[in-house]
């Protein structure tokens, strides 16, 4: 079966620091990858979505960027991180045309 | 790109009692609509989808939505809710590369 895992669960990072978010799915080859945030009152955004290696769509302009070495990891990364950035990050998968989602990331950005 | 709206920020209800959680979508052309839940510090699980056939799609928990072409809407509904229900409910849509759009979500508060 398959299964998605993110890590880590939870993160505290100070201001300006760097951040690289994990995630990699088991038990399928080249699914379609997603990154969401949740912000506080903001509801769940679309961040990037990859359909393979070296694949990303942005759909929103910030500091963050994602990467895709391999087919099953697709990594969230900043360079510079701000307090806007906090949030909880989830993964998600395509499997036909539903999307599952991993466990989630929360991120608290002092 | 399409997009859904949940008419209800919060939906606070009695246990036992029915609940309708509201959903409208934005277009007219053929649209694939779905329901998650996300219970606290966890992340979303999907409830029901609605791709194309009847109009009246039943899900898991008990919860069931009917899409509704000349209202465009998506509603959740469930004829008696439980204190676990209590919970977070996203409407989505799906747009380019299969990306899910969501709502700002409804906090469902079930109470005794």
């Known amino acids: 079966s398959q299964t998605i895992h993110q890590w880590p669960a939870t993160l505290v990072q100070p201001v300006g620091s760097p951040l690289s978010l994990e995630c990699t799915v088991e038990?399928?080859?080249?699914?379609?990858l997603y990154w969401y945030r949740q912000a506080a009152g903001r509801g769940l955004q679309l961040l990037f979505y990859?359909?393979?290696?070296?694949?990303i769509s942005s759909e929103v302009p910030q500091n963050l960027s994602a990467s895709r070495p391999q087919d099953r990891q697709f990594i969230l990364s900043s360079k510079k991180l701000l307090l806007s950035d906090s949030g909880f990050y989830l993964c998600?998968?395509?499997?036909?045309?539903?999307?599952?989602f991993g466990p989630g990331t929360r991120l608290t950005v002092t | 790109a399409q997009s859904v709206t949940q008419l209800d920020s919060q939906v606070p209800v009695f246990e036992e009692a029915p609940v309708e959680l509201r959903c409208n979508y934005s277009?007219?052309?053929?649209?694939?609509l779905f329901w998650y839940v996300q219970y606290p510090n966890q992340g979303l699980q999907l409830l029901l989808k609605?791709?194309?056939?009847?109009?009246l799609v039943k899900g898991i928990n008990g919860f069931e939505a009917e899409f509704n072409k000349s209202q465009t809407s998506f509603h959740l509904r469930k004829p008696s809710v439980h204190i676990s229900d209590t919970a977070e409910y996203f409407c989505?849509?799906?747009?380019?590369?299969?990306?899910?759009?969501f709502g700002k979500g409804t906090s469902l508060l079930v109470t005794p």
């Open positions: 998600a998968w395509l499997q036909g045309n539903e999307q599952y």
């Open positions: 038990g399928t080859s080249n699914p379609n």
């Open positions: 990859s359909v393979g290696i070296g694949q």
């Open positions: 277009s007219s052309v053929s649209v694939y």
């Open positions: 609605y791709l194309s056939g009847s109009t």
């Open positions: 989505a849509v799906i747009n380019s590369g299969y990306a899910l759009n």
